[in-house]
């Protein structure tokens, strides 16, 4: 009985420790460099290749199927 209580106090110890060990998070920002991820264009996507001009084209059939007016024959 005295071990496991030996036991559960060692590892009651080490996840408490085991807070401590945190670093800081700063950002160093350097000037006129942009550090994030880079944006693709949504015409990169698999679905149209990099074509733009079909891209731009399902994008304005979107869109009118988005007129409630239209979409109901007026």
């Not at 009651?12 to 944006?39: F, H, N, S, T």
């Amino acid at each position: 009985m005295r071990a496991l209580s030996i036991v559960v106090a060692a590892a009651i110890a080490a996840a408490g420790l085991a807070g401590c060990g945190e670093r800081d998070q700063v950002v160093v920002y350097k000037q006129g460099k942009y550090q994030g991820k880079p944006d693709s264009k949504p015409w990169d996507s698999p679905e149209f290749g990099g074509d733009k001009g079909r891209w731009e084209t399902a994008i304005k059939a979107r869109n009118l199927n988005q007129d409630e007016y239209r979409r109901m024959g007026g």
